[in-house]
């Protein structure tokens, strides 16, 4: 059985850093291409990053691109987002999932962990 555990989250004020991290078990994760995805209430689930299987190339939204990291440590399962200058538009709760191309995108092949909530606010 596939699981993702987020973690990390938490209120920061603006301009501050946190480091999300996500520890995935029942899939052999080196194999594997990753996305962190965010949501806010109301909205659909967007993604943010995405890493190739060995970590050598990532890509990023728009809206996080500069201030956001993507990497991951495939000898401990786990991938992770650095983000840096967050905004108050970052707030939302963060997930990972692994992902297959899907056209000129990707799609998540797993349920979702509970994901972790990133709260950016003065």
């Known amino acids: 059985q596939v699981q993702f555990v987020e973690s990390g989250g938490g209120l920061v004020q603006p301009g501050a850093s946190l480091r999300l991290s996500c520890a995935a078990s029942?899939?052999?994760?080196?194999?594997?291409?990753m996305n962190w995805y965010r949501q806010t209430p109301g909205n659909q689930r967007e993604p943010v990053a995405t890493?190739?299987?060995?970590?050598?190339?990532?890509n990023y939204a728009d809206s996080v691109k500069g201030r956001f990291t993507i990497s991951r440590d495939n000898t401990r399962d786990t991938v992770y987002l650095q983000m840096n200058s967050l905004q108050p538009e970052d707030t939302a709760v963060y997930y990972c999932?692994?992902?297959?191309?899907?056209?000129?995108?990707?799609?998540?092949?797993?349920?979702w962990g509970q994901g972790t909530q990133v709260t950016v606010s003065s």
């Open positions: 999932n692994a992902v297959e191309k899907y056209g000129l995108n990707y799609r998540p092949v797993s349920s």
């Open positions: 890493i190739s299987s060995l970590g050598s190339r990532s």
């Open positions: 029942g899939l052999t994760f080196s194999t594997w291409v």
